[in-house]
């Protein structure tokens, strides 16, 4: 299993700043991902985090937009840069703890809203 | 990615059985079938999965039609704690880096 502390639970921002979304794993983990979940949506899966490499983005996600560093098996990071009212969303950190088909684990997410 | 298709809410009384379809007719030989659920202001919580055999735990059992192009999740006693969004989901378990996509889900309610 893994315990994921994802900080912060949320907060309000002005148009135009960035914010930065940690997630800690209280266990080394293979795989770590960033989801975003617009109001009454399911979730869209932002990128995959690689340790040591630059992040794999899914179609319509940009790492100028959403830069993201791994820099061990238990930590990330999430920016959402030059912020807009579109970006208002819950932002959730998940993670595979062993081989491919393993569960995943989520975080509770944060709750970003820009004014 | 193989997809999956699933009734969009259902709604239940509470201490009934509730029996929630996903129809994934497109499923390759090595997807397994998983569930997860979505509880109102949380993140994902996973439920069960299975390859071909019907599977139990202590939350919920899968029901895996024969040809295996649908599945069936089912509570056997819904309480309130149960109203959530449930997710089916096809993952292939010869892809070491899977990505997990999500649909839009099937939002129970869960009438007292």
């Known amino acids: 299993s893994a315990v994921i502390s994802q900080k912060p639970s949320r907060d309000i921002c002005q148009r135009g700043t960035s914010l930065t979304i940690q997630c800690q794993v209280d266990s080394q983990v293979t795989m770590m991902f960033w989801y975003r979940q617009q109001p009454g949506q399911s979730l869209t899966l932002i990128a995959t985090a690689n340790q040591g490499s630059e992040a794999t983005y899914e179609s319509g996600f940009v790492i100028d937009k959403f830069p993201i560093s791994r820099p061990n098996l238990t930590f990330s990071t999430l920016t959402v840069s030059n912020m807009s009212p579109e970006d208002s969303s819950i932002y959730l950190c998940s993670v595979r703890t062993g081989l491919a088909n393993e569960k995943l684990f989520f975080g509770s997410g944060t709750q970003l809203s820009v004014l | ?112």
């Open chain 2, 1 to 112: 990615d193989a997809k999956t298709t699933q009734p969009n809410s259902m709604e239940s009384n509470e201490e009934e059985p509730v029996h929630l379809p996903c129809n994934h007719s497109t499923i390759s030989g090595t997807d397994y079938i998983h569930w997860y659920r979505q509880l109102p202001s949380q993140g994902p919580e996973y439920v069960i999965h299975g390859l071909t055999s019907n599977v139990n735990n202590r939350m919920a059992s899968l029901a895996i039609a024969e040809d295996r192009k649908s599945s069936t999740l089912i509570l056997h006693r819904a309480t309130l704690r149960d109203a959530a969004v449930y997710y089916c989901i096809l993952r292939d378990w010869l892809v070491s880096y899977d990505k997990v996509i999500f649909g839009p889900g099937t939002s129970l309610s869960v009438i007292p």
